[in-house]
């Protein structure tokens, strides 16, 4: 790697953690005239990262569903789970609770580099976690 290389990733690097998000309005006019708008409640982007957070009602109560989309739109710019991490942290709360899942292959729609975000109400548990006071046990 020569030195322009070592800047510009040092760069990245520094603009990554420092990022600071700009809330962007969604009115209704939006709602009414862009059908993938109808639905979102808030709306965020920064340097790497836009997110848009859906309400959706379900039987253990009202979920947010974040959908994350790299900005450079790239396939090779998949968020690490440090990211995904913060992006919950500093958008909906240190302490929500939130699932990433794999669907079976069946109800797979993989038409774009998106990642999605669950968080649950704050008042469910889940059935199992990292820690054995948490529900893991050993097979």
Known sequence: MNRNERR???SIARKRASWEWIERSVTDEDRANHTLCRDIRRAFLNDFYSVQIYEVATGIGEVLHLIIRP????????P???ELQRIKNELVGHESCAIQFY?????LRDSANLYHLW????????PFGLHREQ?????
């Open 8 to 10: 510009k990733r040092l």
């Open 71 to 78: 900005q450079d739109g790239s396939a090779l710019s998949q």
């Open 80 to 82: 690490s789970w440090g």
């Open 103 to 107: 669907p079976r292959e069946s109800h």
């Open 119 to 126: 968080v649950l109400p704050v008042d469910v548990e889940l």
């Open 135 to 139: 529900g893991v046990r050993n097979i």
